[in-house]
């Protein structure tokens, strides 16, 4: 009896040690540091970001984040998709809709914000550019494949032109503003930042600013290479609980949190306050996405040459990793 209760002993011993020994090492993985780099624009649209990054939500989640910054979310995804160092990317839906023609290897995995009224037009009216009617034969400044291009479209539209009336300018966004005060251009599309830098330039009294009649919904995309969301799923995990943080920060400290941004974007605050309402800051995965991207795919297609089959963006998007930290943001039908 002893021997037998000896033995039970022993095994209690090894199965205890075995704990252990699992426990330590799932410890010693959590918070090993993980390296990531992010592509991002350099907008308003990843306030989440700055908040993590200026709250160290990074680094209580075990990450080492480098940014990498661009002028547009187009360039952030295509230097993510020429440069294997670079992991993340910060863009909105018209890159992607490009992009996916190519079958390039990369995947949405979350949103982290939309904006209803984020897109203008701002003319020169001393080039005699009134009303959006005035634009018809202008030179016209746009980031061709970004979201501008996609408005632009859209915009003249309704008032019964097309992209074929006007002189269209293919302008890096941070190039926009010095090509309309130089007077290269009569007007240019674009989001904030830059269309408040070139009404400061050149004096709001001397411009038109026309927004879209109607709402235009403009969403921002956390975006990975498919190969890298495979392999690294805890590391976008740890990203997206640091982001969820910095939702919840926003959303209970508007004003500091607009004052981080303003800071970090060397944007004057005012501005940030008076834009501020027109976002909203969200990680999520919605339904709605998938219907902008098919209808600007539809869009894009159409000015192509050739004869584009439409994907299928469901082969575009990873769901897992938000499903993992935040399972209510994702409301995806299949």
């Known amino acids: 009896m002893v021997i037998i209760k000896k033995f039970k002993q022993f095994k209690l011993f090894l199965l205890y040690a075995l704990i252990t020994l699992l426990t330590s090492c799932s410890d010693n993985n959590e918070t090993k540091i993980s390296n990531i780099t992010l592509a991002a624009e350099m907008s308003l649209l990843p306030a989440t970001v700055w908040i993590a990054e200026n709250k160290g939500y990074f680094k209580k989640h075990s990450l080492n984040l480098t940014i990498q910054e661009h002028d547009s979310g187009r360039n952030a995804l295509e230097s993510m998709l020429n440069d294997s160092t670079i992991n993340i990317a910060t863009v909105a839906q018209t890159p992607v809709v490009f992009n996916s023609f190519n079958h390039e290897p990369y995947v949405i995995f979350a949103t982290m914000a939309y904006s209803l009224d984020d897109i203008k037009v701002l003319a020169r009216k001393d080039h005699h550019i009134i009303t959006p009617k005035d634009l018809k034969g202008k030179k016209i400044g746009a980031t061709k494949r970004s979201t501008g291009h996609y408005f632009l479209e859209g915009f003249l539209a ?86 969820v943080e910095a939702e919840n920060f926003i959303r209970d400290n508007p004003e500091e949190s607009q004052a981080i941004i303003s800071k970090r974007l060397n944007t004057d605050p005012e501005l940030i306050k008076r834009i501020w309402d027109t976002f909203t800051f969200e990680i999520s995965l919605e339904q709605s996405i998938m219907i902008n991207l098919g209808d600007e795919a539809v869009w894009a297609a159409k000015l192509s040459s050739k004869i584009i089959e439409i994907p299928n963006y469901f082969d575009f998007i990873d769901k897992q990793p938000l499903t993992n930290v935040k399972p209510h943001g994702v409301n995806l039908i299949y």
Do not use: C
């Not at 038109?208 to 975006?223: A, E, Y």
């Open 158 to 243: 309704h008032y019964h032109y097309d992209l074929n009336d006007i002189n269209l300018q293919d302008i890096n966004a941070s190039e926009l503003g010095k090509k309309l005060e130089a007077g290269e251009v009569s007007a240019i599309t674009s989001w904030e930042p830059h269309i408040s830098k070139a009404e400061a330039a050149l004096g709001k009294e001397n411009l038109s600013l026309m927004i879209s009649p109607t709402p235009f919904r403009k969403d921002f995309f956390f975006t990975a290479l498919k190969s890298y969301s495979k392999k690294h799923r805890h590391q976008l995990e740890q990203f997206l609980r640091a982001l």
